[in-house]
């Protein structure tokens, strides 16, 4: 049976015989014919009076995921930006929290906003790509948890915030979702280290937020705390959002409203559509879901921490992750890349010690190398770099599952495709 799974900018085609298929798991489509324009546009039409009023002579500052995100802004803009032609000014915030602020996709992004406001006739606003190194900063006390509360100073200038979130579990802030647009998104170094230094907190998980519509699905210290953090920077001030669960780029549910009311919808609608569980399994087929989210192993990497609870120990994984950008960018490199590259038993010692930004990865990576047989991974990062971080370089596909097979003929295999995008659990 052909299977194809995407890897960087295409696809690749495995053939796995189907008694040797566990399952087949995609992120879920609408079960009605979807077309992207007409689920935002009807989303936007539901809450566009109360948000109008509402900018009118005001503020605005829209909060966009940056360039590691797939999110479709050339179908959004031309639906959200006629709501703000009354607006006295609109910023446009590229929330890139950690990540670099320079990079091709973040200037792709640019370009589509100055292209969508020219058409939309919006004359006053201005783009603002966030750096968490070197933007202007301001302070909002401190957190319950300790945490610093330092942002971006321009947030200050903003009346009404509106963001755009595509919501899919996320393996230590529960969701990705609106709060995240500010916290980190927004935030100083400093803040970012201090927040995700509790992802090391069992309860800081996926599909758990303070925002969940069951209350038993609340207790993520992580997200309260990113949370918090947005709260004292908006002293009061609302914030709109715009939820959407997409699928192969291509929009499939979308809400709009006030933040808090929308995101909980929104993490229904993903537990819904995207939570599976199943049997534990020896092996497994990963891809991330192809560019952007396997565009250097910092990113892709969630695919792998949001689906490897099902695995068996001593189990097996091929990764399917292009990793065009390598292992992560320059910021990442010492206490992540370099990380990586000391014996899992090193670094597992180390997390007993202060925590530096990023150093969750790498420890997270050690646990699950030294839990598996083996973890394959078919990437364009060099074979040298790819074992000096304790993997095993793959260069074809289709013989790693073939000498499985040979291997162990009854072997079942779970292929899992824009993992990215989903929560498995192993099945009770």
């Known amino acids: 049976m052909k299977v194809p799974l995407h890897f960087g900018e295409g696809v690749i085609d495995l053939e796995i015989p189907k008694e040797n298929l566990a399952d087949i798991l995609r992120p879920a489509e609408s079960k009605h014919c979807v077309i992207a324009a007409d689920v935002l546009a009807s989303a936007v039409k539901r809450g566009q009076a109360g948000f109008v009023e509402q900018v009118r002579g005001r503020s605005v500052g829209l909060l966009l995921p940056d360039g590691t995100r797939d999110l479709p802004l050339g179908d959004i803009l031309p639906l959200l930006l006629p709501l703000l032609l009354d607006a006295q000014k609109v910023l446009f915030f590229i929330c890139t929290g950690s990540h670099d602020s320079l990079t091709p996709s973040n200037s792709k992004i640019v370009s589509t906003i100055q292209t969508q406001a020219s058409l939309a006739g919006i004359v006053e606003y201005e783009i603002i790509s966030h750096d968490c190194q070197t933007a202007p900063i301001s302070s909002a006390g401190v957190t319950q948890q300790g945490t610093e509360v330092l942002?971006?100073?321009r947030l200050d200038e903003v009346d009404v915030f509106v963001a755009l979130s595509d919501i899919k579990h996320h393996y230590f802030a529960g969701y990705s979702n609106p709060i995240k647009n500010i916290a980190p998104g927004l935030c100083a170094?400093?803040?970012?280290e201090q927040n995700h230094s509790l992802t090391f907190d069992?309860?800081?998980?996926?599909?758990?937020?303070p925002w969940h519509p069951s209350a038993s699905q609340r207790d993520n210290p992580l997200a309260a705390d990113q949370l918090e953090v947005m709260l004292s920077i908006l002293r009061g001030r609302s914030v709109w959002?715009?939820?959407m669960i997409s699928h192969s780029g291509v929009i499939q549910w979308a809400d709009f409203g006030l933040a808090a009311v929308v995101s909980s919808r929104a993490f229904q609608q993903a537990d819904d559509w995207n939570m599976h569980t199943v049997k534990p399994v020896d092996y497994m087929i990963v891809s991330p879901g192809g560019l952007p989210n396997d565009v250097d192993l910092y990113i892709a990497q969630r695919a792998l921490e949001l689906t490897a609870s099902v695995m068996r120990d001593g189990g097996r994984i091929l990764f399917l992750a292009a990793c065009p950008g390598g292992i992560g960018s320059e910021l990442t490199r010492e206490h992540f890349e370099n990380g990586l590259m000391s014996p899992p038993e090193a670094i597992l010692r180390k997390m007993r010690r202060?925590?530096?930004?990023?150093?969750?990865?790498p420890y997270r990576f050690a646990k699950l190398i030294q839990r598996l047989d083996k973890l394959w991974?078919?990437?364009k990062i060099a074979p040298a770099i790819v074992?000096?971080?304790h993997m095993e370089p793959c260069t074809d596909p289709q013989a790693a599952v073939s000498s499985w097979l040979a291997e162990k003929p009854d072997a079942k295999i779970l292929?899992?495709?824009e993992a990215s995008k989903l929560l498995l659990s192993i099945r009770p």
């Open 151 to 153: 942002y971006n100073a």
């Open 189 to 192: 170094f400093k803040t970012i």
């Open 202 to 209: 069992e309860r800081s998980r996926a599909g758990v937020h």
């Open 241 to 243: 959002a715009l939820t």
């Open 354 to 361: 202060e925590y530096h930004l990023f150093e969750h990865k």
């Open 377 to 379: 991974i078919y990437t």
């Open 387 to 389: 074992r000096k971080i």
């Open 415 to 417: 292929v899992v495709d």
